[in-house]
């Protein structure tokens, strides 16, 4: 996956959004990658291990460290090549399955075919909702921080000043809900794209999404019902 997008510089921060959930995702994401079948493996098993190893070193030391800025800065940058390599590895996956499907190969079962949409279609999800929690109003801590910066979503509570809590920030399950949504209804059914970027992602993740759950997944149900 090839995404154009311009990494904001991390702002002085004093408070560190928590982390657990992301590094929750990050595992989630990098266990699908390895147990998915041989035949549709882009990386060596050991990949996965390295990559989510790395970026929860880097969350529990901006965590823990008294230098935020600097590990603030390591964080940003292992997060977003995780991304870039769990999106390369599904668009590798998703091509394989369907250069399999076309060539009407006898080796791929009908139940392979699904437990691999499956799994590609919650890869995706994961992988941009922490794209999303990454990029929109200049990251988690400018956000946390209530730096102000230009925001990517708008979402309902901000548009109804006298419901919301004058301190509310989007955090990490708002955008897990945008990026389930997209995959979903394959349009925005909350938060509204207000950039370019956000809404070339938003059809990018639909696009994948749509492959999945139209081809492969439906093909594999026919098998299965054949």
């Keep these: 996956m090839i995404v154009s997008y311009e990494v904001t510089q991390p702002a ?14 990050l595992i989630g994401v990098f266990a699908l990658l390895a147990v998915l079948p041989l035949r549709v493996r882009v990386f060596p098993i050991w990949v996965p291990y390295v990559v989510t190893t790395s970026v929860i070193v880097s969350m529990a030391a901006l965590s823990i460290a008294n230098a ?49 949409s499956i799994a590609i279609w919650l ?48 955090t990490f399950v708002d955008y897990l809900f945008v990026a389930f949504c997209t995959a979903t209804a394959f349009s925005p059914a909350e ?21 999945t759950v139209v081809v492969v997944a439906a093909r594999a149900i026919n098998i299965l019902g054949n």
């Design 191 to 211: 938060a509204q794209p207000v950039t370019s970027r956000a809404k070339l992602l938003m059809m990018l993740e639909s696009s994948v999404s749509l492959i």
């Design 12 to 25: 002085p921060v004093s408070r560190i959004e928590p982390r657990w959930p992301i590094a929750l995702v």
């Design 68 to 116: 935020k800025q600097r590990w603030l800065k390591i964080e940003t940058l292992v997060t977003f090549v995780a991304l870039c390599l769990a999106g390369f590895a599904i668009i590798e996956q998703l091509k394989q399955l369907l250069s399999e499907m076309l060539r009407h190969s006898g080796e791929v079962s009908g139940l392979q075919l699904l437990a691999s």
């Design 123 to 170: 890869i995706n999800v994961l992988i941009f909702s922490l794209l999303y929690w990454r990029i929109d109003r200049g990251g988690p801590e400018a956000r946390v921080n209530g730096i102000d910066t230009q925001p990517d979503w708008i979402f309902p509570l901000e548009d109804a000043p006298k419901r919301a809590l004058a301190d509310w920030r989007p």
